[in-house]
C-alpha cells in the first residue's frame, strides 16, 4: 500500500488541495484536510488486525473524504455564526479550571504521546511536529528537512498512525 498511496498522492493531492481551498478559502486548512483524506485512506485500507481491507476506487474515496470535510467545515461555520462575547458571558459560566481527573488525564496522554513521539524516527518526528505545533506547510518542512514534500505527507502520517495508536491502547475511552 505505501507505494500506492504514493502514487495517488502524486497524481491527486493537488487538484484536492484546489478544490478544498476553493470550498474553504484557506490554503493551510485546505492542506490539512487533504493531508487528512489520504490518512483516512491509509487506514480504512489498512483494515482492522492483519488482513488489509482493498478500496474499490481510491480516487473516489479520496474526493468523497474531502468534499465531506469541507461540507462539515461549511456547516460549522454557519452554526457558529459571528463570534461571541466571551465577557458578556463571564458571569453565567462555571469555573475555568478543569477537574482534578481532567488533569490527571490529561498529564497521562501528555506521557503517552510524548513516548510514542520519542519513539519516532527524527525525519518522523520533525516533519509532524512542525506541521502540527510550528505550523509548517509540507513544502517548508520539505525544504527544512531535505526531503520531498511526498516524504513530509509520509512521515506526517506514519507519526498520526503511531501516535494514535499508542494512544488508543493505553488510554480508557471516555
Same mark, same amino acid.
Given at each position: ?8 498522492? &502524486? &497524481? ?12 474553504? &478559502? ?20 489498512? *483494515? &482492522?488486525?492483519? +488482513?488489509?481491507?482493498?478500496? +474499490?476506487?481510491?480516487? +473516489?474515496?479520496?474526493?468523497? !473524504? !474531502? ?6 467545515? *461549511? ?10 462575547? /466571551? ?6 459560566? +462555571? ?9 490527571? !488525564? ?21 516533519? /509532524? ?16 528537512? *531535505?526531503?520531498?514534500?511526498?516524504? !513530509? ?13 499508542? /494512544? ?7
Amino acid at each position: 500500500m505505501p507505494d500506492d498511496l504514493d502514487a495517488l498522492f &502524486r &497524481r491527486h493531492h493537488r487538484e484536492l488541495q484546489r478544490y478544498a481551498r476553493e470550498g474553504l &478559502r484557506d490554503r493551510s486548512q485546505a492542506a490539512d484536510i487533504v493531508q487528512d483524506a489520504f490518512l483516512r485512506y491509509a487506514m480504512a485500507a489498512q *483494515g &482492522r488486525g492483519d +488482513a488489509p481491507r482493498p478500496i +474499490a476506487n481510491p480516487v +473516489a474515496f479520496l474526493w468523497q !473524504v !474531502v468534499r465531506n470535510i469541507v461540507r462539515d467545515h *461549511g456547516r460549522q461555520h454557519r452554526r457558529r455564526g459571528a463570534p461571541l462575547d /466571551l465577557q458578556e458571558f463571564s458571569e453565567s459560566l +462555571a469555573d475555568p479550571r478543569p477537574s482534578a481527573e481532567r488533569i490527571l !488525564v490529561a498529564r497521562q496522554e501528555f506521557l503517552v504521546l510524548r513516548a510514542a513521539l520519542d519513539e519516532l524516527p527524527r525525519h518522523c518526528r520533525l516533519a /509532524l511536529l512542525l506541521s502540527r505545533t510550528e505550523g509548517l506547510t509540507h513544502p517548508e518542512i520539505a525544504r527544512h528537512l *531535505g526531503i520531498s514534500t511526498s516524504m !513530509v505527507t509520509k512521515h506526517v502520517i506514519r507519526a498520526l498512525r503511531h501516535c494514535t495508536r499508542r /494512544l488508543s491502547a493505553h488510554l480508557p475511552l471516555s
